[in-house]
Nanobody, 121 residues
């Protein structure tokens, strides 16, 4: 089995910062992309940022210049540094890891349980 666990959400005032962390663990052969998604009430889940195992990062336009995604491959961990937060960033943030389980040849998506980020105005 593979587990994906997020941490670091919370309540912050507009203009503040938060750092989210996400660790994948379990029977991991290799990890391809890791990424952060978010879902606000009444909205569809959207990609915030992702980072392939060895390629360039990708951000939704609304967070460019404010959020930074990074990963530590040795720890199977991805981070999301969020600066200059706005009330419209309020959402549940989910981590996704694209993982090949040990002894297999197929990559599957594994999701965390989500962490709430609330930005007050």
């Amino acid at each position: 089995q593979v587990q994906v666990v997020e941490s670091g959400g919370g309540l912050v005032q507009a203009g503040g910062s938060l750092r989210l962390s996400c660790a994948a663990s379990g029977s991991i052969g290799s990890i391809n992309a890791m990424g952060w998604y978010r879902q606000a009430p009444g909205n569809q889940r959207e990609l915030v940022a992702d980072i392939p195992s060895g390629g360039s990062t990708n951000y939704v336009d609304s967070v460019k210049g404010r959020f930074t995604i990074s990963r530590d491959n040795a720890k199977n961990t991805v981070y999301l540094q969020m600066n200059s937060l706005k009330p419209e960033d309020t959402a549940v943030y989910y981590c996704k890891a694209v993982v090949r389980r040990s002894g297999t040849y197929i990559y599957n998506d594994y999701w965390g349980q989500g962490t709430q980020v609330t930005v007050s105005s």
